[in-house]
Protein backbone atom coordinates (compact mmCIF):
# COMPACT_ATOMS: atom_id res chain seq x y z
CA UNK A 1 0.00 0.00 0.00
CA UNK A 2 1.38 3.35 -1.13
CA UNK A 3 0.97 6.54 1.11
CA UNK A 4 0.62 9.63 -1.46
CA UNK A 5 0.16 12.94 0.16
CA UNK A 6 -1.47 15.96 -1.35
CA UNK A 7 -0.96 19.84 -0.99
CA UNK A 8 -3.50 21.96 -2.97
CA UNK A 9 -6.58 21.28 -4.24
CA UNK A 10 -5.94 18.44 -7.04
CA UNK A 11 -8.67 17.50 -9.56
CA UNK A 12 -10.29 14.89 -8.60
CA UNK A 13 -9.77 13.57 -12.48
CA UNK A 14 -6.39 12.78 -11.49
CA UNK A 15 -6.77 11.72 -7.82
CA UNK A 16 -9.44 9.34 -9.04
CA UNK A 17 -6.56 7.66 -10.72
CA UNK A 18 -5.28 6.13 -7.91
CA UNK A 19 -6.41 2.42 -6.78
CA UNK A 20 -7.41 2.34 -3.48
CA UNK A 21 -6.64 -0.86 -3.04
CA UNK A 22 -3.40 -0.17 -3.12
CA UNK A 23 -3.08 3.67 -2.74
CA UNK A 24 -3.97 5.95 0.98
CA UNK A 25 -4.38 9.48 0.07
CA UNK A 26 -3.62 12.47 2.85
CA UNK A 27 -3.55 15.90 2.55
CA UNK A 28 -0.52 18.26 3.93
CA UNK A 29 0.95 15.46 5.67
CA UNK A 30 4.03 13.71 4.62
CA UNK A 31 4.82 11.20 7.69
CA UNK A 32 5.91 8.01 5.76
CA UNK A 33 4.76 9.41 2.62
CA UNK A 34 5.82 7.51 -0.42
CA UNK A 35 4.49 9.81 -3.20
CA UNK A 36 3.61 13.72 -3.06
CA UNK A 37 0.96 15.44 -5.92
CA UNK A 38 1.14 19.30 -5.53
CA UNK A 39 0.78 22.34 -7.40
CA UNK A 40 2.65 25.41 -6.12
CA UNK A 41 2.66 24.69 -2.33
CA UNK A 42 6.07 25.34 -1.29
CA UNK A 43 7.92 22.69 -0.23
CA UNK A 44 11.39 24.27 0.24
CA UNK A 45 11.53 23.78 3.81
CA UNK A 46 10.01 20.81 4.57
CA UNK A 47 12.11 18.15 5.90
CA UNK A 48 11.44 15.48 3.67
CA UNK A 49 11.07 11.70 5.39
CA UNK A 50 13.49 8.55 3.98
CA UNK A 51 10.03 7.00 3.17
CA UNK A 52 9.70 9.56 0.17
CA UNK A 53 10.53 8.12 -3.44
CA UNK A 54 8.61 10.77 -5.90
CA UNK A 55 6.84 14.25 -5.75
CA UNK A 56 4.97 15.40 -9.05
CA UNK A 57 4.05 18.48 -9.56
CA UNK A 58 0.75 19.10 -11.52
CA UNK A 59 2.10 22.07 -13.73
CA UNK A 60 5.40 23.03 -15.32
CA UNK A 61 7.43 25.05 -13.08
CA UNK A 62 8.94 23.67 -10.08
CA UNK A 63 10.64 26.31 -7.78
CA UNK A 64 8.84 25.82 -5.05
CA UNK A 65 10.17 22.16 -4.60
CA UNK A 66 13.73 21.56 -3.40
CA UNK A 67 15.15 20.13 -6.50
CA UNK A 68 18.93 19.89 -4.91
CA UNK A 69 18.03 18.10 -1.74
CA UNK A 70 15.32 15.49 -3.74
CA UNK A 71 18.48 14.55 -5.97
CA UNK A 72 20.55 14.30 -2.84
CA UNK A 73 17.86 12.17 -0.97
CA UNK A 74 16.52 9.67 -4.35
CA UNK A 75 13.68 11.38 -4.61
CA UNK A 76 12.38 12.18 -8.32
CA UNK A 77 10.46 15.08 -9.08
CA UNK A 78 8.34 15.31 -11.65
CA UNK A 79 6.45 18.08 -13.71
CA UNK A 80 3.82 17.93 -16.03
CA UNK A 81 5.25 19.82 -19.32
CA UNK A 82 2.79 20.68 -21.92
CA UNK A 83 -0.37 19.60 -19.79
CA UNK A 84 -1.68 23.06 -19.67
CA UNK A 85 -0.11 24.49 -22.96
CA UNK A 86 -3.27 25.47 -24.76
CA UNK A 87 -4.63 27.24 -22.00
CA UNK A 88 -1.12 29.19 -21.96
CA UNK A 89 -1.38 29.17 -25.35
CA UNK A 90 -5.01 31.28 -25.73
CA UNK A 91 -3.75 33.40 -22.83
CA UNK A 92 -0.67 34.58 -24.74
CA UNK A 93 -3.18 35.19 -27.95
CA UNK A 94 -5.42 37.61 -25.84
CA UNK A 95 -1.95 39.04 -24.35
CA UNK A 96 -0.76 39.69 -27.60
CA UNK A 97 -4.15 41.78 -28.47
CA UNK A 98 -4.38 43.26 -25.20
CA UNK A 99 -0.77 45.10 -25.70
CA UNK A 100 -1.72 46.13 -28.90
CA UNK A 101 -5.65 47.68 -28.77
CA UNK A 102 -5.45 49.68 -25.44
CA UNK A 103 -8.66 47.61 -24.65
CA UNK A 104 -7.83 47.60 -20.87
CA UNK A 105 -7.23 51.52 -21.00
CA UNK A 106 -10.34 51.63 -22.64
CA UNK A 107 -12.61 49.67 -20.18
CA UNK A 108 -11.19 51.40 -17.29
CA UNK A 109 -11.74 54.78 -18.97
CA UNK A 110 -15.54 53.92 -20.21
CA UNK A 111 -16.51 52.73 -16.89
CA UNK A 112 -15.55 56.23 -15.26
CA UNK A 113 -17.50 58.18 -17.32
CA UNK A 114 -20.52 60.65 -16.40
CA UNK A 115 -22.90 62.30 -18.79
CA UNK A 116 -23.71 61.72 -22.57
CA UNK A 117 -21.54 58.16 -22.51
CA UNK A 118 -22.30 57.32 -26.17
CA UNK A 119 -20.94 60.69 -27.04
CA UNK A 120 -18.39 61.15 -24.75
CA UNK A 121 -17.18 57.82 -26.08
CA UNK A 122 -17.23 58.89 -29.65
CA UNK A 123 -15.44 61.98 -29.49
CA UNK A 124 -12.42 60.21 -27.00
CA UNK A 125 -12.24 57.02 -28.33
CA UNK A 126 -9.48 57.80 -30.66
CA UNK A 127 -6.81 57.91 -27.19
CA UNK A 128 -6.88 54.11 -27.35
CA UNK A 129 -6.16 53.26 -31.01
CA UNK A 130 -3.87 50.45 -31.42
CA UNK A 131 -2.17 48.80 -34.01
CA UNK A 132 -3.20 45.45 -35.20
CA UNK A 133 -1.05 42.21 -35.38
CA UNK A 134 -1.59 40.73 -38.79
CA UNK A 135 1.53 41.35 -40.78
CA UNK A 136 3.56 42.36 -37.78
CA UNK A 137 6.53 40.38 -36.64
CA UNK A 138 6.42 38.06 -33.73
CA UNK A 139 9.22 36.68 -31.52
CA UNK A 140 8.94 33.79 -29.55
CA UNK A 141 12.20 32.57 -26.96
CA UNK A 142 11.78 29.37 -25.96
CA UNK A 143 10.27 26.55 -28.54
CA UNK A 144 8.75 23.99 -25.80
CA UNK A 145 5.46 22.91 -25.87
CA UNK A 146 3.77 26.01 -25.24
CA UNK A 147 6.43 27.77 -27.32
CA UNK A 148 5.40 25.31 -30.19
CA UNK A 149 1.69 26.50 -30.09
CA UNK A 150 2.57 30.40 -30.01
CA UNK A 151 4.36 30.49 -32.77
CA UNK A 152 2.17 27.66 -34.97
CA UNK A 153 -0.53 30.67 -33.80
CA UNK A 154 1.00 33.16 -34.33
CA UNK A 155 1.22 31.88 -38.02
CA UNK A 156 -1.70 31.52 -38.53
CA UNK A 157 -3.08 34.67 -37.34
CA UNK A 158 -1.53 35.97 -40.52
CA UNK A 159 1.94 37.08 -38.41
CA UNK A 160 5.40 36.86 -39.25
CA UNK A 161 6.99 34.67 -36.85
CA UNK A 162 10.89 34.29 -35.47
CA UNK A 163 11.78 31.44 -33.30
CA UNK A 164 14.93 30.77 -30.83
CA UNK A 165 16.11 27.84 -29.09
CA UNK A 166 19.26 26.90 -28.22
CA UNK A 167 18.06 23.40 -26.80
CA UNK A 168 15.04 23.27 -29.39
CA UNK A 169 14.83 19.22 -29.21
CA UNK A 170 13.77 17.09 -32.34
CA UNK A 171 10.25 16.54 -31.06
CA UNK A 172 9.34 19.92 -30.84
CA UNK A 173 11.45 20.90 -33.92
CA UNK A 174 8.98 18.40 -35.96
CA UNK A 175 5.28 20.11 -34.51
CA UNK A 176 6.34 23.82 -35.67
CA UNK A 177 5.34 24.94 -38.70
CA UNK A 178 7.50 25.35 -41.56
CA UNK A 179 6.78 28.91 -41.69
CA UNK A 180 8.00 29.70 -38.57
CA UNK A 181 11.89 31.55 -39.36
CA UNK A 182 14.22 29.83 -36.67
CA UNK A 183 16.82 32.31 -35.65
CA UNK A 184 20.14 31.28 -33.51
CA UNK A 185 20.49 34.86 -32.78
CA UNK A 186 18.57 36.50 -29.70
CA UNK A 187 19.59 39.80 -30.72
CA UNK A 188 18.57 39.45 -34.45
CA UNK A 189 15.34 38.26 -33.22
CA UNK A 190 14.60 41.65 -30.16
CA UNK A 191 16.10 43.54 -33.51
CA UNK A 192 13.21 42.89 -36.00
CA UNK A 193 10.01 41.34 -33.43
CA UNK A 194 7.03 44.16 -33.14
CA UNK A 195 6.38 41.40 -30.08
CA UNK A 196 8.55 39.52 -28.46
CA UNK A 197 6.74 37.02 -25.53
CA UNK A 198 8.70 34.49 -23.60
CA UNK A 199 8.05 30.97 -23.15
CA UNK A 200 11.55 29.49 -20.79
CA UNK A 201 11.76 27.84 -17.93
CA UNK A 202 13.05 29.99 -14.71
CA UNK A 203 16.74 28.82 -13.42
CA UNK A 204 19.56 30.38 -11.65
CA UNK A 205 20.90 31.68 -15.33
CA UNK A 206 17.73 32.76 -16.32
CA UNK A 207 16.44 34.82 -13.89
CA UNK A 208 15.96 38.84 -15.13
CA UNK A 209 16.60 37.25 -18.16
CA UNK A 210 15.16 40.23 -19.71
CA UNK A 211 17.52 43.22 -18.18
CA UNK A 212 18.79 46.62 -19.28
CA UNK A 213 20.98 45.35 -22.35
CA UNK A 214 18.48 42.37 -23.43
CA UNK A 215 15.67 45.36 -23.66
CA UNK A 216 17.54 47.40 -25.22
CA UNK A 217 18.15 45.43 -28.07
CA UNK A 218 14.13 45.00 -28.82
CA UNK A 219 12.82 46.95 -31.65
CA UNK A 220 11.29 50.37 -30.33
CA UNK A 221 7.78 51.01 -29.75
CA UNK A 222 7.75 46.81 -29.22
CA UNK A 223 5.64 44.71 -26.83
CA UNK A 224 7.28 42.31 -24.46
CA UNK A 225 4.90 39.35 -22.96
CA UNK A 226 5.50 37.05 -20.11
CA UNK A 227 3.43 34.60 -19.97
CA UNK A 228 6.19 32.09 -18.58
CA UNK A 229 7.62 32.26 -15.18
CA UNK A 230 7.53 35.55 -12.74
CA UNK A 231 11.59 36.32 -12.25
CA UNK A 232 12.55 36.52 -16.09
CA UNK A 233 11.50 40.07 -16.53
CA UNK A 234 13.56 42.57 -14.31
CA UNK A 235 11.19 45.12 -13.08
CA UNK A 236 12.57 47.99 -12.91
CA UNK A 237 14.45 47.49 -16.50
CA UNK A 238 11.21 47.18 -18.05
CA UNK A 239 9.58 50.09 -16.14
CA UNK A 240 12.69 52.20 -17.82
CA UNK A 241 12.13 50.97 -21.02
CA UNK A 242 8.17 52.11 -21.17
CA UNK A 243 8.98 55.50 -19.63
CA UNK A 244 11.55 56.29 -22.23
CA UNK A 245 9.24 54.92 -24.43
CA UNK A 246 11.32 51.93 -25.85
CA UNK A 247 9.21 49.44 -25.60
CA UNK A 248 5.19 50.69 -25.94
CA UNK A 249 3.57 47.57 -23.59
CA UNK A 250 4.40 44.83 -20.83
CA UNK A 251 2.30 42.24 -20.42
CA UNK A 252 2.92 39.87 -17.59
CA UNK A 253 0.76 37.15 -15.68
CA UNK A 254 3.18 37.79 -12.71
CA UNK A 255 2.29 41.11 -11.42
CA UNK A 256 4.53 42.60 -8.61
CA UNK A 257 4.06 45.24 -6.05
CA UNK A 258 6.78 47.63 -8.56
CA UNK A 259 4.59 46.65 -11.91
CA UNK A 260 0.97 47.16 -10.29
CA UNK A 261 -0.97 50.20 -11.48
CA UNK A 262 1.74 51.64 -13.50
CA UNK A 263 1.87 52.76 -17.24
CA UNK A 264 2.41 50.70 -20.00
CA UNK A 265 2.07 47.41 -17.67
CA UNK A 266 -0.90 45.10 -17.87
CA UNK A 267 -0.76 42.46 -14.61
CA UNK A 268 -2.75 39.81 -15.12
CA UNK A 269 -3.51 37.74 -11.51
CA UNK A 270 -1.62 34.10 -13.05
CA UNK A 271 -3.74 32.46 -14.95
CA UNK A 272 -2.35 31.21 -17.55
CA UNK A 273 -3.23 27.27 -16.47
CA UNK A 274 -6.32 28.70 -14.64
CA UNK A 275 -8.76 26.49 -16.64
CA UNK A 276 -10.63 23.27 -15.79
CA UNK A 277 -8.97 21.83 -18.56
CA UNK A 278 -5.95 22.56 -17.64
CA UNK A 279 -6.24 21.87 -13.94
CA UNK A 280 -7.42 18.48 -15.28
CA UNK A 281 -4.67 17.60 -17.74
CA UNK A 282 -2.14 18.31 -15.55
CA UNK A 283 -3.62 16.35 -12.23
CA UNK A 284 -3.75 13.29 -14.54
CA UNK A 285 -0.42 13.63 -15.59
CA UNK A 286 1.18 14.42 -12.54
CA UNK A 287 -0.70 11.25 -11.06
CA UNK A 288 0.05 8.59 -13.81
CA UNK A 289 3.81 9.18 -13.89
CA UNK A 290 3.81 9.19 -10.39
CA UNK A 291 2.13 5.60 -10.14
CA UNK A 292 4.31 4.68 -12.78
CA UNK A 293 7.44 4.92 -11.37
CA UNK A 294 5.92 3.40 -7.89
CA UNK A 295 4.79 0.95 -9.34
CA UNK A 296 7.07 -0.04 -12.61
CA UNK A 297 10.08 2.12 -11.70
CA UNK A 298 10.06 4.10 -15.22
CA UNK A 299 10.46 7.62 -15.17
CA UNK A 300 8.79 10.08 -17.58
CA UNK A 301 9.30 13.99 -17.31
CA UNK A 302 11.55 14.05 -14.27
CA UNK A 303 13.45 17.60 -14.03
CA UNK A 304 16.35 15.77 -11.70
CA UNK A 305 16.51 12.48 -12.75
CA UNK A 306 16.59 11.06 -16.59
CA UNK A 307 13.71 9.98 -18.36
CA UNK A 308 13.69 5.88 -17.91
CA UNK A 309 11.58 2.98 -19.27
CA UNK A 310 11.72 -0.82 -19.10
CA UNK A 311 8.88 -2.97 -20.07
CA UNK A 312 7.60 -5.12 -17.32
CA UNK A 313 8.62 -8.78 -17.43
CA UNK A 314 6.98 -12.07 -16.05
CA UNK A 315 9.20 -14.12 -13.11
CA UNK A 316 11.23 -11.52 -12.96
CA UNK A 317 11.77 -9.24 -9.99
CA UNK A 318 12.65 -5.47 -10.60
CA UNK A 319 15.18 -3.06 -8.75
CA UNK A 320 16.33 0.77 -9.42
CA UNK A 321 19.06 2.16 -8.46
CA UNK A 322 19.24 5.80 -8.11
CA UNK A 323 22.71 6.86 -8.46
CA UNK A 324 25.38 9.90 -8.63
CA UNK A 325 26.91 10.01 -12.04
CA UNK A 326 30.52 8.38 -11.66
CA UNK A 327 32.60 5.71 -13.61
CA UNK A 328 32.38 2.05 -13.17
CA UNK A 329 28.80 2.15 -11.39
CA UNK A 330 27.59 -0.28 -14.00
CA UNK A 331 30.06 -2.81 -13.62
CA UNK A 332 29.88 -2.21 -9.52
CA UNK A 333 26.06 -3.12 -9.92
CA UNK A 334 26.60 -6.20 -12.26
CA UNK A 335 29.27 -7.62 -10.15
CA UNK A 336 26.69 -7.23 -6.97
CA UNK A 337 24.58 -9.87 -8.79
CA UNK A 338 27.39 -11.92 -9.53
CA UNK A 339 28.47 -12.99 -6.63
CA UNK A 340 25.15 -14.18 -5.92
CA UNK A 341 24.80 -16.14 -9.26
CA UNK A 342 21.55 -14.08 -10.35
CA UNK A 343 20.94 -13.68 -14.39
CA UNK A 344 19.88 -9.92 -15.33
CA UNK A 345 17.13 -10.15 -18.01
CA UNK A 346 17.16 -6.79 -18.57
CA UNK A 347 18.80 -3.37 -17.42
CA UNK A 348 18.47 0.47 -17.98
CA UNK A 349 20.90 2.89 -17.42
CA UNK A 350 20.01 6.58 -17.95
CA UNK A 351 22.72 9.62 -16.99
CA UNK A 352 21.32 13.38 -16.26
CA UNK A 353 23.67 16.29 -15.12
CA UNK A 354 25.20 14.41 -11.83
CA UNK A 355 22.21 11.89 -11.48
CA UNK A 356 22.22 8.68 -12.93
CA UNK A 357 18.97 5.85 -12.82
CA UNK A 358 19.32 1.72 -13.76
CA UNK A 359 16.53 -0.47 -13.66
CA UNK A 360 17.55 -4.02 -13.73
CA UNK A 361 15.15 -6.92 -14.14
CA UNK A 362 16.58 -10.08 -12.40
CA UNK A 363 15.70 -14.27 -12.79
CA UNK A 364 15.32 -15.15 -9.07
CA UNK A 365 13.36 -16.38 -6.39
CA UNK A 366 15.98 -15.34 -3.32
CA UNK A 367 14.76 -12.69 -1.40
CA UNK A 368 16.35 -8.94 -2.24
CA UNK A 369 17.03 -7.81 0.40
CA UNK A 370 20.40 -8.62 1.25
CA UNK A 371 21.58 -8.07 -2.67
CA UNK A 372 19.53 -4.51 -1.83
CA UNK A 373 22.03 -4.24 1.22
CA UNK A 374 25.07 -4.92 -0.48
CA UNK A 375 24.23 -2.51 -3.79
CA UNK A 376 23.69 0.02 -0.99
CA UNK A 377 27.29 -0.40 0.15
CA UNK A 378 28.93 0.73 -3.19
CA UNK A 379 29.93 4.48 -3.14
CA UNK A 380 28.33 7.21 -5.15
CA UNK A 381 24.20 4.80 -4.55
CA UNK A 382 21.64 7.25 -3.60
CA UNK A 383 18.95 5.18 -3.16
CA UNK A 384 18.19 1.65 -3.86
CA UNK A 385 14.28 0.02 -3.80
CA UNK A 386 12.58 -3.18 -5.18
CA UNK A 387 9.51 -2.50 -7.27
CA UNK A 388 7.11 -5.10 -6.90
Excluded at 208 to 233: C, H, P, Q, T, Y
Excluded at 262 to 290: F, K, R, Y
Excluded at 324 to 353: C, D, E, H, R, W
Aim: with cysteine; proline share 3%.
Amino acid sequence: MYKITTYNKISEKGLSLFDPNNYTLTADDLTDADGVVLRSFKMNDLELPESLNAIARAGAGYNNIPVDRCSEQGIVVFNTPGANANGVKELTLLSLLLSSRKVVDGIKWVNSLEGDVEKLVEKGKSQFEGPEIEGKTLGVVGLGAIGVLVANLGIKLGMRVIGYDPYLSVQKALGLSWDVKYSTSLDSLFAEADYVSLHIPLMDKTKGFMDDEKISKMKKGARLINMSRGGLVNDSAILKALKEERVSTFVTDFPTNDLINQDGVICIPHLGASTPESEENCATMAVEQLMDYLENGNITNSVNFPDCYLDRMVNTQRIVVLNKNVPNMISSLTSVFSQYNINITAMVNKSKGNCAYNIIDIETEQDSKKIIEDIKKIEGIIKVRTVY
